[in-house]
């Protein structure tokens, strides 16, 4: 049976997010998964365009796509750490942000509307599914599933975010730099912590944390392997100035991972639960002993193997 995934992503900063999505739409076409839809996390009004094209290019332009919604991004202190982390992309090299590129390059020619709140668009997708059946991978901020958390029932659900979330949710794949048995993460996790403290910490089902990927490198096969028109090629082009380079693969793993499971390439450490720090951004697995743990994931596979075999779903041609 395929897997049931909502991908939840920031398609902003790191081109990693557009190698998961593509390696998604290759495990779909190849029967272990079922796109249910993709968020994107990040306060950019590029990320649901860039997902769309990317969706066309594989057949699936009906996949729905949500955004967040947050109206005082621009002031809101809770957000500073990634206006200034903009700010310091912009700085010292000429950026131009892929997500924007993607979407004036790959028009949507049917202008299949606008995109949908996200936290409206997870209730709506959860509420359609069986009872703890839904996969959701999380390469991005945990911002939407906060608010997911705290939803209240609408016409999709009477129950309220965390009880739809325990209901409806078999697990969730966060990737952050959770090291085990403690430390601190520089970026998803950093960038907002008052969502992660809360997602995290008050999480109603399971969830594994993955923070593999950095010495997996992958991307340079797209250029010789799949065509221009392909967008994925052309973000990574764009995100490394040139093609034939490789990038690190965190996004991809915790897909892999969430669509998989661990097999050979993955160990999962159990019988603890992470505890997030909002204020300091650091977090420690402390041992339980119920079933009511959190899974911290370890790679056991060698780099090149697991850059081969997502680097080989990242090429494989987008027709069904
Ligand atoms: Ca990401």
Not at 33 to 38: K, S, Y
Not at 72 to 94: A, F, I, P, S, W
């Amino acid at each position: 049976m395929p897997v049931p995934i909502i991908l939840d992503t920031d398609i902003d900063t790191d081109c990693d997010d557009v190698g998961a999505l593509a390696m998604l739409h290759a495990l779909a076409n190849n029967g272990e998964a079922e796109i249910l839809g993709v968020i994107c996390d990040a306060p950019t009004v590029w990320g649901a365009p860039c997902i769309k094209a990317i969706n066309r290019y594989y057949g699936r332009a009906e996949t729905p796509v949500g955004t967040i919604q947050v109206d005082d991004y621009e002031t809101n202190l809770r957000y500073e750490l990634y206006r200034q982390h903009l700010e310091l992309m912009g700085k010292g090299r000429v950026y131009e942000p892929y997500n924007r590129a993607i979407a004036q390059e790959f028009p949507d020619e049917n202008k299949t509307g606008e995109s949908e709140d996200g936290v409206a668009l997870y209730r709506k997708l959860l509420a359609e599914q069986p009872d703890g059946s839904v996969v959701i991978a999380a390469i991005g901020f945990l911002t939407v599933l906060e608010s997911l958390l705290d939803s209240a029932p609408d016409e999709h659900s009477s129950l309220g975010g965390t009880e739809l979330v325990r209901t409806k949710v078999k697990l969730l794949v966060t990737m952050g730099g959770g090291s085990f048995p403690k430390g601190r993460d520089s970026f998803n996790w950093w960038m907002d912590k008052v969502a992660t403290g809360a997602v995290l910490n008050n999480w109603p089902a399971r969830l594994a944390v993955s923070e593999w990927g950095g010495t997996i490198l992958t991307g340079a096969r797209l250029c010789t392997e799949t065509p221009e028109t392909n967008p994925v090629r052309r973000a990574y082009a764009i995100y490394l100035f040139g093609e034939s380079k490789s990038r690190c693969s965190w996004d991809q793993v915790a897909v892999f991972y969430a669509v998989r499971g661990a097999r050979d390439y993955f160990t999962e450490i159990q019988g603890h639960r992470i505890h997030f720090s909002p204020d300091t951004g650091e977090h420690e697995w402390l041992p339980v002993e119920n079933e009511d743990g959190h899974i911290s994931l370890q790679q056991a596979a060698s780099d090149e193997t697991l850059a081969g075999v997502i680097e080989d779903l990242m090429t494989q041609p987008a027709a069904r």
